[in-house]
């Protein structure tokens, strides 16, 4: 159930978009579609920028097989801030200090944004179906001529949750960020 | 020149497999171990062993990374030991990646260590990650007439009293093989956390063994040793990693000699 109200969700979405010729103030700014980064084994996403391009909002439907360890659907609004851009020719610009935060939901049966009745309050003090991330993404953007869509992008995305960070900040002697820090990549389309 | 360099970068980070997550709540990944528990219980069988079983009984391992350096280091100097039990709770949060950061420390454990399901291992998607890298939740195995029975007893985890398999300890702590029995599992049948409903019977199977040497537990980050029941079945409930002590405990002759060693 859960499960399928979030494909909707994000069918919806990324239809209402795709449907779109001429771009009305709904349709989404970019696409994106992306390997790993704890967001699903792929995932698509689809979003808007803000204040001339520094900043992005968007929402990712991903999917984990169950021979890659799921099977998990999960949903993710990310933020992401794009401080500045270095110009290296022309076409091409690279971001390598963005920064930001997503919010990744898992419909799952085995998970849950609460506990049963039988534990008493505080028993277990997170919840097992929302996970914090904070990122740091490094962008290459390569900007096309002509056509439906503006730039090409290609990035790299590092980052951890609230449980791992929790968990290194107690044993900074001891785990190290390799061990902590997880990685995903993926290609960004721009509209026009 | 930069750009060389950036794709370098990435192929080095690529190389490392661990770090192309697809979801905290994996299961599994490429480099996570399939029964380690199983393995364990194969190589300590597949050593002669002498008169005596020698092996360290600790708990609660979960957010304790530090911890478990120093107590890898320790327990590696200790002489003729057979094994290591860890008696649940190795992850905090029910993740994968917390039984990872476990392993890799515990594994530098000279002789195998051997674990048995916790509350926190069970949490969100925990069970089917614990089960695939160590193994059955319950299991067993005689060691020099010694039968230790490691199984789960995180009878708050489930919505209905299923746990513990009364059926399957009742068939395992009856067997006519063993010499000698030792219980293994997280929560105390006296514990708030186990039902109420299977207390009295689980007490009086082990009540009811007359080779049933000790009942060993976790989960209360307080060590104790009794008789709680006053029957004669002797309980005892191990240091969790943050206390930095541990019990080592020799079996010889049916006979108990415990020691505390701070780590």
Not at chain 1, 56 to 75: C, N, T
Not at chain 2, 80 to 93: E, M, T
């Amino acid at each position: 159930m859960k499960t399928r109200v979030l494909l909707i969700l994000c069918g919806a979405m990324l239809g209402a978009g795709a449907r779109a010729q001429n771009r009305s103030a709904l349709s989404p700014d970019f696409y994106t579609a992306q390997f790993a980064g704890s967001i699903g084994y792929i995932s698509v996403g689809a979003g808007y920028t803000f204040f001339k391009n520094k900043m992005d909002v968007s929402l990712h439907y991903g999917f984990v097989p169950k021979r890659m360890g799921g099977e998990f659907h999960i949903a993710t609004a990310r933020f992401v801030y794009q401080p500045w851009q270095w110009p290296i020719s022309k076409r091409l610009t690279l971001s390598p200090f963005n920064t930001g935060i997503f919010i990744s939901y898992h419909a799952d049966s085995d998970l849950s944004t609460s506990w049963p009745s039988r534990y008493e309050d505080g028993y277990y003090w997170w919840q097992t179906a929302i996970r914090f991330h904070l990122l740091w993404e490094q962008r290459l953007s390569f900007a096309l001529n002509g056509g439906r869509f503006s730039h090409l992008q290609v990035f790299t995305q590092l980052n951890t949750n609230e449980l791992y960070a929790i968990s290194y900040l107690l044993n900074t002697g001891s785990i190290k960020p390799s061990e902590f820090v997880k990685l995903g990549m993926g290609v960004r389309v721009a509209l026009r | 020149m930069m750009k060389k360099k950036g794709v370098f970068l990435l192929f080095l980070l690529a190389a490392c497999a661990d770090v192309w997550e697809y979801s905290p709540k994996q299961k599994f990944d490429r480099d996570s171990p399939v029964g380690v528990n199983t393995q364990g219980v194969e190589r300590i069988l597949s050593t002669p062993g002498d008169d005596t079983v020698s092996f360290v009984f600790i708990g609660d391992a979960q957010r304790f990374y530090e911890e478990q350096e120093h107590f890898v280091a320790k327990v590696n100097t200790l002489p003729n030991l057979d094994f290591v039990i860890v008696a649940g709770d190795i992850a905090d949060f029910g993740l994968l990646q917390e039984l990872e950061w476990a392993h890799s420390r515990l594994s530098k454990l000279k002789v195998p260590y051997l674990t048995v399901i916790g509350n926190h291992d069970i949490v969100g998607t925990g069970e089917q990650a614990f089960t695939r890298f160590y193994g059955p939740l319950n299991y067993s195995f005689t060691f020099l007439g010694y039968k230790f029975v490691f199984h789960n007893t995180n009878s708050k985890e489930y919505a209905t009293a299923i746990v513990p398999d009364m059926n399957w300890l009742a068939r395992e702590v009856t067997d006519p093989q063993a010499s000698y029995v030792v219980g293994v599992s997280h929560v105390a049948p006296f514990d708030a956390d186990f039902a109420r409903s299977l207390e009295m019977e689980y007490a009086t199977l082990l009540r009811n063994q007359p080779n049933f040497l000790v009942s060993l537990h976790a989960h209360q980050h307080r060590h104790s040793d009794g008789y709680p029941y006053q029957d004669g079945v002797r309980y005892v409930v191990a240091h969790h990693f943050e206390a930095r002590e541990f019990v080592h405990f020799k079996l010889i002759n049916g006979q108990l000699i415990k020691t505390i060693q701070p780590f």
